[in-house]
Each structure stands twice: as C-alpha cells, then as structure tokens.
C-alpha cells in the first residue's frame, strides 16, 4: 500500500507513533550496527571496491523486480534528485566504508559514523537554510573533539589513522544526503519502499560497471570466497536495501536529524562486534564516543 506524505500527515505521525519511530530507530542500529563487521568479513576476499560495488548490485537487484512493476508511477522528473542521494547516501560511502574497513577496526567506523547528525546540521545550516544554536554549536565543538580522538587512538597509543578521514568523509555525505531527502523527496506520493527502489536503479548500474571490471569473477570461484560472498549479499540486502527502506520511512515521520540519531545506537552495537571478534577496544575509544554522543545529544535537544 502506497504511503502519502504530506506535513500534515508528518505532524500526526509525530504525535500517533512515537513508538513505531523508536522501534525503527532501534531495528536500524542493530541493521547498521552490524554493517561494520560484516564489511570487515568481506574484506578477507574481496578488496575494497568489489566490497562496495557487490554491496550496492545486491541491494539493485532486490528492488528490480518491484521498480518493474512500478514504472508508470516512478516520477522521473526528479530522477536527478534520486541520483544525487543515492550516490550521497549510498554509492560513495559503501566505497569510503570499505576502504575505512581494510585497515580501521569496526567498532571505531561505527563510533565515527555517530558523527552524522552533526553533519546533518552542519549541512543544513550552511546550505538549507536551518538554524543552529549556540547549544548545537557547542554540540557540535564537542563532537569533533570525540572524534579527533578515536582518530588518534591507536593499539600502542595516540597515532593518526588517515583511513578514519574515509568515514569522516561518508559522514559528511550521509548529512547532504539527509537534508536533500528531507527537502526534495519527501511530499511525494510515493511509498518509502518505491522511493528507496527508484534510488537504488540510478546508482546500481554503476556499481555493476565497477564490480565487473576487475578480478571479481575470479575470486567469487574460490571455495573459501562463499562465506564473504554470503555476508556481502547480507550487507547489500539488509544493510543497504531493508534499511534505507526503513530509514526514508523513519525520514517521513520525523525531522532529519532526529533521523540520524540512530547513530546514537550503532556505535555501541559496532563495538560489541568488535569486542566478540576480538578487536582491542581501549580507553580512548570510549572517551571519543561518549564526547561525541554527549555532542549528539546537544545538537538534537535544540
């Protein structure tokens, strides 16, 4: 059944279902909580750009059949629109991720990944127009400084990763990503399911391009490839595909950085996988994400 948005009906989703949009929160964390470690698992086989481009082509091929069947209500007038997000909130950062993956732990990605709802004002402030307190400014200040920390935390003290800047970077993309959705794709008489289907046909033929001109084919023959082949497809169909079915829905009923709060979450799932897979979590991996977390909690009680 088809989902008509209006901001009357944002409003009553707000007031009528505080429980369905926490429950979303929550069900996304634990989604994209677990997206770190299974990249971390793909990455045994496949290098980055594979990782990335096999993420996006499972996600492509689930939603096919449904875009299919739908064409005659896919608005492709804005079809630059979908394009733009799909490549900022999904194509790039699948890559950036992986490339974080090779050589940062899973749990510091997804303690760094917290940083998005500060990006999201950030963004918003500078080119949509949307106000930011001094509270969110000191948030804001507070969270850079969680996250220069995590970036200098290394297994034998304080030493600069430069992979981190990769998923520093994704943030940043996931902040335009979010107030361009919010802005642009939202009001459309269209389902999140059928949204995020249309997103994912403008980026999934450029994924297929980049998994094919390499070794993949290759690879994929090995016996030992089926296991990262099996979490890679995970990654794509729930990660990508499920989530941001879930997300452009979460979008829908509340404000774009109430949305990326579920990076309030995903740290602490992160690093439970990280610890179960015997990462070394220290001291100051904690210290940065409580300060980012504290930052968070700034910019989103404003």
């Given at each position: 059944?088809?989902?008509?948005?209006?901001?009357?009906?944002?409003?009553?989703?707000?007031?009528?279902?505080?429980?369905?949009?926490?429950?979303?929160?929550?069900?996304?964390?634990?989604?994209?909580?677990?997206?770190?470690?299974?990249?971390?698992?793909?990455?045994?086989?496949?290098?980055?750009?594979?990782?990335?481009?096999?993420?996006?082509?499972?996600?492509?091929?689930?939603?096919?059949?449904?875009?299919?069947?739908?064409?005659?209500?896919?608005?492709?007038?804005?079809?630059?629109?979908?394009?733009?997000?799909?490549?900022?909130?999904?194509?790039?950062?699948?890559?950036?991720?992986?490339?974080?993956?090779?050589?940062?732990?899973?749990?510091?990605?997804?303690?760094?990944?917290?940083?998005?709802?500060?990006?999201?004002?950030?963004?918003?402030?500078?080119?949509?127009?949307?106000?930011?307190?001094?509270?969110?400014?000191?948030?804001?200040?507070?969270?850079?400084?969680?996250?220069?920390?995590?970036i200098l935390a290394g297994a034998k003290g304080l030493a600069f990763n430069w992979y981190a800047l990769y998923v520093i970077l994704a943030t940043v993309f996931y902040g335009l990503n979010l107030n361009i959705t919010k802005k642009h794709l939202t009001g459309l008489n269209l389902s999140p399911f059928l949204i995020t289907s249309f997103i994912f046909m403008t980026i999934g033929p450029v994924a297929l391009v980049v998994l094919f001109s390499g070794d993949f084919?290759?690879?994929?023959?090995?016996?030992?490839?089926?296991?990262?082949?099996?979490?890679?497809?995970?990654?794509?169909?729930?990660?990508?595909?499920?989530?941001?079915?879930?997300?452009?829905?979460?979008?829908?009923?509340?404000?774009?950085?109430?949305?990326?709060?579920?990076?309030?979450?995903?740290?602490?799932?992160?690093?439970?996988?990280?610890?179960?897979?015997?990462?070394?979590?220290?001291?100051?991996?904690?210290?940065?994400?409580?300060?980012?977390?504290?930052?968070?909690?700034?910019?989103?009680?404003?």
């Amino acid at each position: 059944m088809e989902t008509k948005t209006t901001t009357n009906q944002i409003t009553t989703s707000k007031l009528q279902n505080p429980l369905l949009a926490w429950g979303l929160l929550a069900l996304l964390a634990v989604i994209w909580g677990s997206s770190f470690i299974l990249v971390k698992k793909s990455l045994s086989i496949f290098d980055a750009p594979q990782v990335g481009s096999l993420r996006i082509t499972a996600a492509f091929l689930f939603f096919l059949p449904f875009f299919l069947i739908n064409l005659k209500k896919i608005p492709f007038q804005k079809a630059h629109f979908f394009l733009l997000v799909g490549c900022l909130g999904n194509l790039f950062p699948a890559y950036l991720f992986s490339l974080a993956g090779s050589k940062l732990d899973s749990g510091v990605s997804g303690a760094l990944n917290s940083t998005t709802p500060l990006f999201t004002l950030i963004v918003g402030g500078l080119f949509f127009g949307n106000k930011i307190t001094s509270k969110q400014t000191a948030g804001i200040i507070l969270g850079f400084v969680g996250a220069l920390l995590l970036i200098l935390a290394g297994a034998k003290g304080l030493a600069f990763n430069w992979y981190a800047l990769y998923v520093i970077l994704a943030t940043v993309f996931y902040g335009l990503n979010l107030n361009i959705t919010k802005k642009h794709l939202t009001g459309l008489n269209l389902s999140p399911f059928l949204i995020t289907s249309f997103i994912f046909m403008t980026i999934g033929p450029v994924a297929l391009v980049v998994l094919f001109s390499g070794d993949f084919i290759e690879k994929v023959q090995r016996p030992e490839a089926l296991q990262p082949l099996f979490y890679t497809i995970i990654l794509g169909v729930m990660g990508s595909a499920i989530a941001m079915v879930l997300f452009n829905r979460l979008i829908q009923m509340t404000s774009a950085v109430l949305a990326s709060s579920v990076t309030y979450l995903i740290p602490i799932v992160a690093i439970l996988w990280g610890i179960l897979d015997g990462e070394t979590i220290q001291i100051q991996h904690f210290l940065g994400m409580g300060i980012i977390l504290v930052g968070v909690y700034l910019v989103n009680k404003s």
